[in-house]
């Protein structure tokens, strides 16, 4: 990271990895969704992520505690070695 050009070097990576480039939370409340919403969100990424779902839980549950959320959450950002 450049400190004086708040420029950050990206590369390619390989899997396993958590990515998110805009939409995560850092250091704040998460924000809140209704009941509905979230229901359909859940739903949505337990068929996206299928038998993998409990691991990608996992990382997020492991990310809040540590005070980061994310929501744009799909198997294209959240990628195991083994998928």
């Known amino acids: 990271m450049d400190e ?4 950050v070097e ?6 396993p990895f958590v990515l998110d480039f805009a939409s995560a939370y850092l250091d704040e409340a998460a924000p809140e969704f209704p009941e509905d919403v979230m229901e359909e969100w859940l739903a ?25 959320h994310m929501t744009d959450v799909h198997p294209g950002n959240i990628k195991f070695g083994d998928d």
């Open 10 to 15: 990206m590369t390619i990576v390989q899997p």
């Open 44 to 68: 949505s990424k337990k068929e996206e992520f299928g038998s993998n779902w409990a691991r990608a839980a996992g990382v997020l549950a492991a990310l809040r505690r540590l005070g980061i």
């Open 4 to 7: 004086a050009l708040l420029a």
